[in-house]
Each structure stands twice: as structure tokens, then as C-alpha cells.
């Protein structure tokens, strides 16, 4: 099994939907992002919660593509 990275205080909203990668829109105030904080091909846990949605969530294993994405 690989090692996963963890980073603490790591909170960043999202424009994507539906499935593939994510487009990363910045760190929320008092949070890092994930391109400043993880390094580029690491995997690590996330989650994903809807702000006005409750039901809509997911959680899964990412990776931060060598371009910083």
C-alpha cells in the first residue's frame, strides 16, 4: 500500500461537478489549499460536502497532479 500525505487545515472550494478531476477554486479564510500544501503527486484522503445540498458528499483517496491541479 502507498503512503498517503496528510495536511492538516486543508479546506478548498470546488466549480467542478459530475465525475474526473476537480477544479480547485482557493483556500477558504483560516485554511491552506490543497497545491500549496500537498506536494504534486501524493495521495491523500479528502472529503466532500455540499454547502446547499446536504446529500450531495463523497469521499475518496486524490492526487495533486504535477501541474499543481
Known amino acids: 500500500m502507498t503512503d498517503l ?3 492538516d487545515l486543508v ?8 465525475t ?8 477558504t479564510p483560516g485554511h491552506r489549499g490543497f497545491a500549496a500544501t500537498v506536494p504534486p ?3 491523500f484522503h479528502y472529503g ?7 446529500a ?7 492526487t495533486i497532479l504535477p501541474d499543481g491541479r
Open 48 to 54: 466532500i460536502a455540499g454547502v446547499s445540498d446536504e
Open 20 to 27: 474526473g478531476p476537480l477544479t480547485l477554486d482557493g483556500a
Open 11 to 18: 479546506r478548498e472550494r470546488t466549480s467542478s461537478t459530475g
Open 5 to 7: 500525505f496528510f495536511a
Open 41 to 43: 503527486g501524493a495521495s
Open 56 to 62: 450531495v458528499w463523497e469521499i475518496g483517496v486524490g
